[in-house]
């Protein structure tokens, strides 16, 4: 009988974010596994996914904090870390996001022998644009992310990204995020959420992610305020929540389309609303590993994605599974809409083919095995 490791996931919180639902889905399969003992810790409150009964949460701090007190708190923490990693026996941390990933690495300073895994799900080079705080986050890059045993990226322009900033010394590897299309299936025609009417006669755009600058919202807005001057059956729909949120509103409203844009917020369920529409977008500046575009095209979707720096254009190989467009560009986004909605030669039943054959790739039993190979 194989010797049970322990191994620790270490992460920020447990709240809604691509990161977040990998880290769910991990723990969920990982705890079907005999020989591993699961061990989950939190560096703040906040815990919007359901837990494996075998997982019981370490929050090391109730309160949020500030980015600079973050940082400044970075070694008292990996040497609080590093007590509980040598009392538990731990074979393995692995950490998702920036933070985690520097304490998890400083353990290692306070004499503890774990393997240390750190995850990266976005593009490093954003900090070039984030002024101080992102000045300090690429110094702790260069100066920590070599002494990591292994840096796992979620998508191929994310190493790269990384690569581009620093020479890498260390292991790194790629594996894609899992997509449960099971419990995708399962949960698309039932709505356990806020009540919205789909009617049949409507066409509805859908775009799913945090209302923030990085997303681009308004560009949506611009390119379906343009397509809706032709057709009253146009709707959009906004799953998602953000410190944009009101400002795209009055925007809205400043357009007179308020009546044609749903604002829903966030919801435990967003299959429902995609499986029920005609057309995702996705409009973001940057991105890691999209998972929500992998889901929409698992909910039958057409898809259209800004063609940024990562995610997008691995996800689709370069307009076979959806439709790429520039950043930024409302044009080409609109052009790009008109297709999928109007062309007659657009068809849709190919379109969910071509992309369950992409769907096998992203399928969690796949991804599980080469998590599990590097544990």
Not at 203 to 210: C, F, M
Not at 293 to 317: H, T, Y
Request: aromatic share 10%.
């Amino acid at each position: 009988m194989s010797q049970t490791r322990h191994v620790l996931f270490l992460t920020a919180t447990m709240q809604k974010g691509g990161a977040e639902r990998v880290i769910s889905l991990l723990l969920k399969e990982l705890s079907k596994k005999e020989n591993i003992k699961l061990h989950l810790i939190l560096m703040e409150n906040g815990i919007d996914y359901n837990l494996p009964s075998a997982v019981t949460p370490i929050i090391l701090s109730k309160t949020n904090k500030n980015g600079i007190r973050k940082l400044l708190e970075l070694p008292w923490i990996a040497w609080k870390l590093s007590k509980y990693i040598k009392k538990h026996n731990i074979n393995t941390v692995i950490s998702f996001l920036y933070r985690p990933n520097y304490i998890n690495i400083l353990t290692k300073f306070f004499g503890t022998k774990q393997k240390c895994i750190i995850n990266i799900r976005s593009t490093t080079s954003r900090y070039k644009n984030e002024g101080l705080l992102g000045k300090i986050n690429l110094f702790l890059v260069k100066l920590l992310f070599n002494k990591a045993d292994l840096i796992v990226s979620n998508s191929k322009g994310v190493e790269d990204d990384l690569k581009n900033i620093m020479p890498i010394a260390t292991k790194t590897k790629v594996i894609y995020n899992p997509i449960d299309l099971d419990m995708i299936r399962q949960k698309k025609d039932h709505c356990h959420d806020i009540t919205f009417d789909f009617y049949q006669e409507k066409k509805y755009i859908i775009s799913v992610g945090r209302l923030i600058p990085l997303k681009r919202n308004k560009d949506l807005i611009d390119a379906f305020y343009d397509l809706q001057k032709n057709d009253s059956s146009l709707e959009l729909i906004f799953l998602g929540d953000g410190n944009m949120r009101n400002e795209l509103e009055e925007y809205c409203q400043k357009l007179d389309i308020q009546e044609k844009i749903h604002f829903l917020g966030n919801v435990d369920n967003p299959f429902y609303y995609l499986s029920k529409s005609n057309l995702f977008v996705l409009t973001s500046e940057t991105e890691g590993f999209p998972n929500v575009l992998v889901e929409a095209m698992a909910c039958g979707l057409p898809v259209i994605a800004s063609d940024c720096k990562s995610g997008p254009r691995e996800i689709l190989a370069d307009n076979k599974y959806g439709l790429l467009y520039p950043v930024g560009d409302v044009e080409a986004l609109r052009k790009r809409m008109q297709h999928y909605l109007y062309d007659e030669n657009v068809d849709m039943e190919q379109i969910k083919e071509t992309a369950s054959e992409r769907l096998k790739d992203f399928e969690i039993e796949k991804i599980i095995k080469k998590f599990e190979s590097i544990l």
